[in-house]
């Protein structure tokens, strides 16, 4: 198994699509990159404590490459925008990637490289060696599926799932979706 620990603005949206895809046995929104020795909701939503709303996947290599992981968490946020996912505005929403080794860092500078031909514009996400991540209050797991019916998970989470499902379908479970 591996674990990436990626930040594309509200966690929300990347645990979403995540905890869709096939060979990905968890997802955990949490609080990272920051300069406290701890991490809440409250805090990190000021924008002051350094730390960004992320996302803990981990998934069996086996079964979906880590190419893919990456390609999708490029696929589903603007990496161009310093600071702002929409209209989540604040450094809790940057682009981010964080490494937990030295073969993960050269993973995700492929990516960034990668990625890029898909943006005009130069991509801005941070990597960072990873340090502590904190894990989200319990409200903040499985949100989307946790509340359908919420404006925010219909017009700004549903799509994103959408556009990964069209893009990358084979990774998708009947039992996930």
């Known amino acids: 198994m591996t674990t990436y620990t990626i930040a594309g603005g509200c966690f929300w949206c990347l645990d979403a699509v995540f905890r869709r895809l096939t060979g990905a046995e968890v997802s955990i929104c949490g609080y990272v990159g920051g300069l406290a020795s701890d991490a809440n909701y409250s805090a990190v939503s000021t924008g002051t404590t350094g730390h960004t709303e992320a996302v803990q996947v981990t998934f069996d290599e086996t079964v979906i490459p880590a190419e893919t992981i990456l390609d999708i968490f490029f696929l589903i946020h603007n990496p161009t925008t310093k600071d702002r996912q929409g209209a989540d505005v604040g450094p809790q929403y940057r682009s981010a990637m964080f490494y937990a080794d030295d073969t993960q ?19 801005v996400t941070e990597l ?23 404006g925010y998970c219909s017009v700004v989470i549903a799509p994103k799932i959408l556009k990964v499902r069209q893009a990358h ?4 479970t009947a039992e996930k979706v």
């Open 105 to 123: 860092k050269q993973l995700f500078e492929m990516a960034i490289k990668r990625a890029q031909v898909h943006w005009d514009d130069l991509i």
């Open 128 to 150: 960072t060696p990873l340090d502590a991540f904190y894990e989200a209050e319990l409200e903040h797991q499985d949100y989307f599926n946790s509340n359908p019916a919420n």
């Open 169 to 172: 379908a084979k990774w998708f």
